[in-house]
Nanobody, 123 residues
Framework: QVQLVESGGGSVQAGGSLRLSCEAS??????????MGWFRQAPGKEREGVAA???????SYTDSVEGRFTISRDNAKNTLYLQMDSLKPEDTAMYYC???????????????WGQGTQVTVSS
């Protein structure tokens, strides 16, 4: 059983930066062997795929964050990251990380999910 714990959320002004972390446990090689992604959900909206990374290091981003967000992982620490720069008020949401043995890319079909970390961007 894989457990995922997000951290790094907070409140920031527009134009600022945050780095989210997602620490995996329950399997020694989650970040290197599993496909992983970051999702977000704002109140009243559906969960949206933000960024994803496959086991080979290839990445995918939703159009609204392309060029501003960077997904990465540290296999030695079994940790996934999301560097968020040039943040906008519309980025405000609960952010979740997810993992699976299947490559879902930005589809919210991953088997394992964290509890989320809140990101609030003020104008």
């Amino acid at each position: 059983q894989v457990q995922l714990v997000e951290s790094g959320g907070g409140s920031v002004q527009a134009g600022g930066s945050l780095r989210l972390s997602c620490e995996a446990s329950g399997h020694a090689y989650v970040s290197s062997m599993y496909y992983m992604g970051w999702f977000r959900q704002a109140p009243g909206k559906e969960r949206e795929g933000v960024a994803a990374i496959d086991s080979g290091g290839s990445t995918s981003y939703t159009d609204s964050v392309e060029g501003r967000f960077t997904i990465s992982r540290d296999n030695a620490k079994n940790t996934l990251y999301l560097q968020m720069d040039s943040l906008k008020p519309e980025d405000t949401a609960m952010y979740y990380c997810a993992a699976d043995r299947v490559n879902w890319w930005l589809l919210a079909e991953y088997r394992y999910w964290g509890q989320g970390t809140q990101v609030t961007v003020s104008s």
